[in-house]
C-alpha cells in the first residue's frame, strides 16, 4: 500500500496538480479581455506591472493594507495559517529525505520541533477559523458546507502527518493516510477553492493592474492598499 | 402579459417612450407592470456565456467566503451590521445564484436582484479594497446592472435617465439649443460685473473645453457662470462644445451599456471636432468616472484614454492655485474647521486624492479629514444613482448615516462636496438628520476668496 501511495499515486497527484494548474492559468489569461474588463492589459504595460506588483506585495506582507490592520486578529490567523501550510511540508526532514532518496536532492530543512510546532500551528489555527466561521453573524451567512471540506481537505495532512509522527496508534495506517490526503489536497488544488493557490495572484494582479492603468495609477503614485 | 407598455426590455430612443415613461407619476404603472414581466432565461443565459468570463467567474468561484468585505460595505454598518448586507452575500445571492441556475430564475427572482444592486450597492468599490483576493463587487454589481436592465428590471428614474442620453445625448431634455441659450444668457447676466467675460461655444483649438452636468444649465446655471468667472480671472483660454458638452452617465447607473456608448462618443466626437489641447469636466464625480475612466473602453479606445488628455476640476483648481492663475486672499481663507468629502469615482476609482488636500491647503485654516479618508473614504450614501431612485429613498437615508457621523466627528460644520452626488446627498444628510452642517461646491467658495485684480473689476462711471 506504502509503495502504491508514495509511487503511481503520487506522480499521478503531482501531475494533476501542475497540468490542473497550468489549465487554470491559461484559461484565466484567455478569459481576459480587455474592453469588458475595462483594462488596457496590453497599452500601457508598465503601469499595469507596476500596479500588478505592488497589489501582490502588499498583500502578502502580514498588516500591509487597511485591510488587514482593520483585523488584526484574524490577519495574524491567516499569515499563520498559510505560513505553516506552506512551508512545514516543504522544509520538513521527513520529506526531504524522500527527496534525496528519491531525486537525489534535498532543500533545508526545519528542526523537527519546528516542525512540530507548525504543524500544531495550523490545527490550531484551523480551529479558529471554523470557530469564527461559526461564531460571527457576518461570516456565517457566507459559509457553506463546502467551506468546511475544503479546510477539512487542507488540514488533514497536517493532522494525519502529526499523528504518523508521533506514532499515536498505527504508524502504517496514519502514514498512508497521511500521503492519501497529501494526494487529495494537491488534486484539490486545481479545481477547488483552493485553487487560490494560483489564482490569488492572478487576481490581485488583474486588479492591481486594473487600478495602476485606469483608477488612478498613470496619476498618482499608485493605490494606497 | 409578457412585456409591459412602460415596462419592458425595450430601452427608451424615441421621445414618445420617453413622454409616456415621465408621465406615469413616480413610476407606478410602471412598477406594477414590472411585476407581471417575464424573465427571458435564454437570453440571460446567453448574455452571461458571451460576457461573464474568467475575471468574474474566478472572483465569484475563489471567495473564501471569509467576511473581511462586511466592515468595507457601509450599507452593511448603516444597517446595524444586517449579514444580508455582506457584499459577498450581496453578490453570491444575485449573480452566483443566477450563474448556478444557468439563467433560469423568475421574475420574484429578478426583482429582488433589482433591489440588491440599486438599494444595497452604490458600486463605489470600497469592498474590492478590502479582500484579500481583489474580488471588486462593485463591479460585479455594476455587471449585474447590465443584466437587469436588459431584461427589464430597472428602476424607473433610471429607464428614463439612460433614455435621455439615447436622446438627447443628456442626462436631461436639453437641446443644443437651450444649451448655447444657456451659454449666452450667463455671460450676459454676468458681463456687467465681470467685465470681457465670455463663454465662448465652439471655439477650436482653445487650451481647455469645459464640459458639464446637465443638472447645471437646467437647474444651476449660475454654476456655469462661476466656472466661466475662475477661467476668466485665470487667464484660461476655453471653450465648451454646443454638442457633446455632457459629461455624466445616467446610462452608466443604469446598466444601459449601449446609451453609454452613445454619451461618451458625443463628447470625444467634439473633442476631435474643436481639437482642445485638454478637457476639464465640472465638479461631478460619476461624470469624471463615465467619460474619463470608463468611457474609452465603451467607445472603444485601445488606449483606454480619452482623445485628449481629460481632467476633473479638482485637477485645474490644484494647478491654478499651484502656478498662481488663482490666488486666494489670504485674509479669506476659511477660518472655521472644514473637512473634505472624497467622491468615490474620482478618488477611489480615479485617484485623485492628493488634488484635494492639495486645494484644501490654500483655502482653508482648519482643515480636518474625515476617518477614513481618501481610497478608503466611504461613500457619499447617494452615488450609484441611487439619490436620484424614488423607490429607494428609504435605503438610502438609511446609508446616509455613515456619512452623517463620519461629518459629525470631524467638528466642522462646512463640508466642501466637489461632486454632485456627494453635494445632493449631504444636502439630504442635513434635511433627514438636521445636523448644523452647511456644504459647497469649489466654485462659490473659490469665488469668494479669490484676489480679483484691478482690471477684472467693473470701471466706474
Known sequence: ?225 | MPEGILCNKQVVDTKEKLNALLADKSGKQYYAEMKLLDVDTKALWATLEKTCRSRLRTWLEICAHCGMCADSCYFYLANDKDPKQVPSYKIQSTLGEIIKRKGKVDNDFMRMVMDTAWSKCSCCNRCATYCPFGIDMGVMLGYVRGLCFAQGFVPWELKIGSGMHRIYNAQMDITTEDWVDTCEWMAEEYEEDWPGLEIPVDKENADIIYTVNAREPKHYPEDLAEAAILFHLAGENWTVPSQGWEETSLAMFAGDWGACKIQVESVYAAMDRLKPKRMVVTECGHAYRATVIEGPYWAGLKSGKTPVESFHYVEWVAEALRTGKLKIDPAKRIKEPVTYQDSCNYVRNAGLGDCAREIMSYVAEDFREMRPCREHNFCCGGGGGLNGIGLYRQQRNTALKVKRDQILATGAKMVVAPCHNCWDAIRDLEEVYKIGIRWTFLKPMLLGMVEVPEHFKPQEE
Open chain 1, 1 to 225: 500500500m506504502y509503495e502504491f501511495v508514495t509511487g503511481p499515486l503520487a506522480w499521478l497527484s503531482f501531475g494533476i496538480f501542475f497540468i490542473g494548474l497550468l489549465y487554470r492559468l491559461v484559461w484565466y489569461i484567455r478569459g481576459l479581455n480587455w474592453q469588458m474588463d475595462r483594462v488596457t492589459y496590453s497599452v500601457n504595460v508598465a503601469y499595469g506591472i507596476r500596479g500588478a506588483l505592488r497589489s501582490i506585495f502588499f498583500w502578502l506582507v502580514p498588516f500591509g493594507t487597511h485591510s488587514w490592520r482593520f483585523y488584526p486578529g484574524f490577519t495574524i490567523l491567516v499569515f499563520v495559517f498559510h505560513i505553516c501550510l506552506l512551508a512545514t511540508p516543504i522544509f520538513l526532514m521527513g520529506h526531504n529525505v524522500l527527496l534525496l532518496e528519491r531525486f537525489g536532492f534535498s532543500l533545508p530543512t526545519l528542526p523537527e520541533g519546528l516542525a512540530d510546532v507548525m504543524t500544531l500551528a495550523v490545527i490550531v489555527a484551523a480551529v479558529f477559523i471554523i470557530l469564527r466561521r461559526i461564531a460571527l453573524p457576518e461570516v456565517r451567512i457566507l459559509t457553506k458546507p463546502y467551506d468546511f471540506l475544503v479546510l477539512a481537505i487542507a488540514v488533514a495532512p497536517f493532522l494525519t502527518g502529526f499523528l504518523a509522527y508521533h506514532q499515536v496508534g498505527s504508524y502504517d495506517f496514519w502514514i498512508v493516510a497521511h500521503v492519501l490526503s497529501g494526494e487529495i489536497m494537491l488534486v484539490a488544488i486545481p479545481f477547488t477553492k483552493l485553487s487560490h493557490f494560483l489564482l490569488f495572484f492572478l487576481s490581485r494582479a488583474q486588479l492591481g493592474m486594473d487600478y495602476g492603468i485606469k483608477r488612478g495609477g498613470m496619476k498618482n503614485k499608485g493605490m494606497a492598499w
